[in-house]
């Protein structure tokens, strides 16, 4: 089974943007980490999203260049929920890509891959795709990383 979990894309200030909308910057790194990712072949079956606003508009620009279908809001993604009931009640399907916020993202892949949320296994980058994967014994695993920028 496959997983794509994404941190939302660069959004303004809230000074600027009380909902804290998408930046100029963040648009652009969705949309080249989108064309990248599907110029290589990577397909999505449902993108999640948390519901506020650079989540969703994240959502639906990975969704014009993928050609996704399913865009859905879900519930427990915010930057403090909790990863065990978030955990406990997803149905992870396969090909779904989440797009979410740190530290909730970060907390995540550290709980399906060790078992402990409160190790660092990766850093998220806005923007970018962490693919996790699961080997035959169920075993999280991340399988490939695609990011805005690499330094």
Avoid at 27 to 34: D, G, L, P
Avoid at 106 to 116: A, K, M
Wanted: hydrophobic fraction near 40%.
């Amino acid at each position: 089974m496959t997983l794509y979990l994404v941190q939302h894309g660069q959004s303004l200030a809230k000074e600027l943007d009380p909902n804290r909308g998408l930046s100029v910057e963040g648009r652009n790194e969705i949309v080249q980490v989108a064309n990248l990712a599907s110029n290589s072949g990577i397909t999505v079956s449902t993108i999640f999203h948390s519901g506020k606003l650079r989540a969703s508009q994240t959502a639906e620009l990975f969704s014009e260049q993928l050609k996704t279908g399913s865009i859905e809001k879900i519930e427990g993604l915010s930057p403090l929920d909790s990863v065990m009931s978030f955990t406990n009640h997803f149905q992870f399907a396969d090909k779904s890509m989440i797009i979410g916020h740190l530290p909730f993202l970060d907390r995540l892949t550290s709980y399906l891959i060790t078992g402990d949320q409160g190790l660092s296994v990766i850093k998220f980058q806005n923007a970018g795709i962490i693919c996790l994967d699961q080997d035959n014994t169920n075993h999280w695993f991340i399988k490939w990383t695609m990011m805005p920028v690499i330094d």
